[in-house]
Structure formats: C-alpha cells, structure tokens
C-alpha cells in the first residue's frame, strides 16, 4: 500500500507490539503521522539519515538495566554513518515483563515451590557473598520445566534476572532484535513451540495468539524505559513544531532542558576527563549522567557521552557555542548529538 508522500512517517524498532511500537502509538496518537516499524535500531537510524522518515522512536536506557548500548554506539557514529542524527525528543513507559509461550501439556503443575527446588540456582538462598539474596516478584502460573530456550531482547534478560535464575536457570538465553521479534519467532515456529518461550508483552502474547506462563516478571517495580525521538539536522524551532503537543509539554516543576554531547579526551594527560566534566559546572549545565563506548581507534581509549541539563534554550546554537568551544579546549574532538525538554514525570 503507497503511503501518502507529505505524511509524517515515524520509523520504530518493530514488529508491532514491541515497547517501542506502543510508546510511538502513545507518543504520535492523534496525529497524522504514519508509522513504519523497522527490524533493528541501525534501521531506524538508517530510515531517519536518508530521510525515508522524518523521526524515529528508539530505547535510550531502563530505569533497572541502564543504557542501550547499540543506542549509544549509533549516536557515537564511529564509521560516520549517522553524521546529521539528533535527538529532539524523549518518552518513558514503565515495563511490565511477562515470559510467554505454550503451556506444557505433558506435565502437572503442583506447586511453584517443587519446580522451584529442582531448578533453582539457589539465588534465594542465603550465603556468606550474598547474605540477603533477591527473591523474584513474580511466581510462574504453570509448570516450565519444558521451557528449554527463552528468546528475548538483552535489555529484557537484563530486567528479569532474579526470576530467569530462580525459575528458569537451565535454560538457553537467545538474544533477538526486540521482545516482539521474540514472541513472533514463537508463535512462527509451532515446531519448536513446545521448549521455547519468550520474554515480551501482554500485548505481544495477545497479538501473537501465545499463552502467558508468568507476567510481571522483572526485578524491579516501576521498571521504566525512557525512549530518545530522533530527527534528522539540528534541533530547532521549525521541526519542533512537527511533534505532537504531547513531546511539546515539560514537567511543570522541572522545566529544564535536556542536552547530550560526545568526546572523547587524551587518557594520558592526568586530569583530563575531570577538566572537561568541569566545563559543565562552569556554564550552569547539571550533569545527570555519563557513558562510555571504546572508541575503536586503540586500545582502552575511550568516548564519554554526557548527558545535562540547563533552564536556557538548548537549541539556541550561540547559548551553547562557549560551553563548546571550551570543551574544544580539553578533549580530542566533540559531538553534539541534541537537546530536548526534560519530560520525566509529565
């Protein structure tokens, strides 16, 4: 079917169902924008650098996990393959985990403390190293001692570790593209259906006709993920005004600004990254986190990704241009990678 050639198409890390398609619904409802899942998070930052969408919807980092790592090394762009690639935008979801599938039907499912015994790794047993173990949240709902191969997103393995190692110990962990992908692959494949199970959404399962065998299986309560919009050229006014209302609005009690810059410094030089994290203080800029990628360049050498916060106008270019030029000072090379309104909690 021929999109209409004005429309606003919104590239996501699909299929349908995944975390990521769901926070474009929420974040692009109401609007005339077309959404376009794409297999993998280097095709949505392919579509939005060629202009075959005019945003993308991407995970940033889990509240309980931390950062996207392939987020990160794409918007470092170390081979130069994203050079116009900003971030204009962000959004949170909070993550329900459920591990999905087919019930067993060759054996009973008693009580969870008799699976629990035989396949425990023995995380909820008190040691000298681990003196008060985490329990998992979440009990399963049927038997899963069939449950062979789990496939899932590596952010979601990463999420449910307590009840992974407590329930499921034994099992293959097979990292896919997304948590949809995962319960596709399920679904597509009745062959293998009967030892595999996924880890996805409620919606997910539904979508794909598969049966919940434990939900609300992550760590953590309040499990959130924050998603980065991105666009493609500089943030400004202009295609600010193309996102709905909704990427528009700030938390009332914090309306800062968000900015995120990439650098990389001398390691040999004593004090170097310390001098750079200074600039920040200097210009009133709040830094909120730092990450680092291996720059590929040498060994050990790394690139820092900065992310902070400030009252001013972030997409004012002459606002930023002496914090800029002072870190040109300290660092090897920098890279501004956007600004958007701070929209936690909104």
């Avoid at 329990?135 to 997103?153: C, G, M, N, W, Y």
């Avoid at 097979?174 to 319960?183: F, G, I, L, P, R």
């Avoid at 493609?232 to 800062?256: I, T, Y």
Wanted: net charge negative; proline share 5%.
């Amino acid at each position: 079917m021929a999109h209409d050639s004005s429309a606003i198409i919104i590239a996501y890390l699909g299929p349908q169902s995944s975390y990521t398609h769901q926070i474009a619904v929420d974040a692009f409802e109401n609007s005339s924008c077309l959404l376009k899942d794409e297999p993998s998070i280097r095709d949505v930052f392919t579509a939005v650098q060629t202009s075959s969408a005019s945003f993308g919807v991407v995970p940033f980092e889990n509240s309980s996990n931390g950062p996207v790592q392939i987020t990160l090394d794409l918007l470092i762009d170390r081979d130069n393959d994203f050079p116009d690639i900003q971030a204009c935008a962000e959004a949170y979801m909070e993550v329900q985990h459920c591990l999905v599938g087919y019930a067993s039907k060759n054996s009973s499912f008693d009580n969870v403390k008799d699976m629990r015994s035989s396949f425990s790794s023995g995380t909820a047993t008190p040691t000298t190293d681990r003196p008060f173990p985490r329990e998992p949240k979440a009990k399963p709902s049927t038997d899963l001692r069939h449950v062979q191969r789990i496939f899932s997103h590596p952010q979601a393995f990463g999420q449910c570790e307590a009840f992974l190692s407590t329930y499921l110990k034994n099992a293959e962990r097979v990292e896919v593209s997304s948590t949809s992908k995962a319960a596709s692959m399920i679904a597509e494949d009745r062959s293998r259906s009967s030892t595999d199970a996924a880890i996805s959404s409620r919606l997910a399962a539904g979508v794909n006709g598969l049966t919940i065998l434990a939900k609300g299986i992550q760590d953590v309560d309040g499990n959130t993920t924050r998603f980065l919009i991105i666009q493609k050229g500089a943030v400004n006014a202009v295609n600010q005004a193309m996102l709905p209302e909704k990427l528009q609005r700030c938390n009332a009690k914090r309306p800062n600004k968000k900015g995120l810059v990439a650098f990389s410094i001398n390691h040999e030089t004593q004090g170097t990254l310390a001098d750079a994290l200074l600039i920040f203080k200097k210009h009133d800029l709040n830094l909120t986190s730092i990450n680092s990628r291996p720059s590929r360049l040498r060994p050990w050498h790394y690139i820092f990704l900065v992310e902070f916060e400030g009252k001013k106008q972030l997409e004012e270019p002459d606002l930023l241009c002496a914090a800029l030029e002072d870190l040109d000072g300290v660092t090897e090379g920098n890279k501004w990678l956007g600004c958007w309104l701070d929209r936690f909690d909104t």
